[in-house]
């Protein structure tokens, strides 16, 4: 019933920038958390940046000052603007949606297909 499209992912040279949004679409009374993880070859996934419904925002120290995480509840869509790249941030980003469905009671836990991110020279 409900579904997460990611999009914005690409290479980048060190220093660059790039733009992530993920987008909810089914049956959706309302969005508690937005967020992105990321998980690099050989590594375990690691929480990058959250967001709540009052729209306060929670970074990883390896991203904080770099990178700034928004949402838009008319779209239920949470965006991730990503600055002053550095090699160590290549990895594949996936987003994440916990979600309240219409006629229910509880949030359920939605991610992305994932979105590879390479900076590189």
């Known amino acids: 019933q409900v579904q997460l499209v990611e999009s914005g992912g690409g290479l980048v040279q060190p220093g660059g920038s790039l733009r992530l949004s993920c987008v909810a679409s089914g049956s959706i009374l309302g969005i508690e958390i937005m967020g992105w993880y990321r998980q690099a070859p050989g590594k375990e996934r690691e929480l990058v940046a959250t967001?709540?419904?009052?729209?306060?925002?929670a970074y990883a120290d390896s991203v904080k000052g770099r990178f700034t995480i928004s949402r838009d509840n008319a779209k239920n869509t949470v965006y991730l603007e990503m600055n002053s790249l550095k090699p160590e941030d290549t990895a594949v980003y996936y987003c994440?949606?916990?979600?309240?469905?219409?006629?229910?009671?509880?949030?359920?836990?939605?991610w992305g297909q994932g979105t590879q991110v390479t900076v590189s020279s």
């Open positions: 967001i709540s419904s009052g729209a306060s925002p």
């Open positions: 994440y949606q916990k979600i309240r469905r219409r006629y229910t009671w509880s949030h359920q836990d939605y």
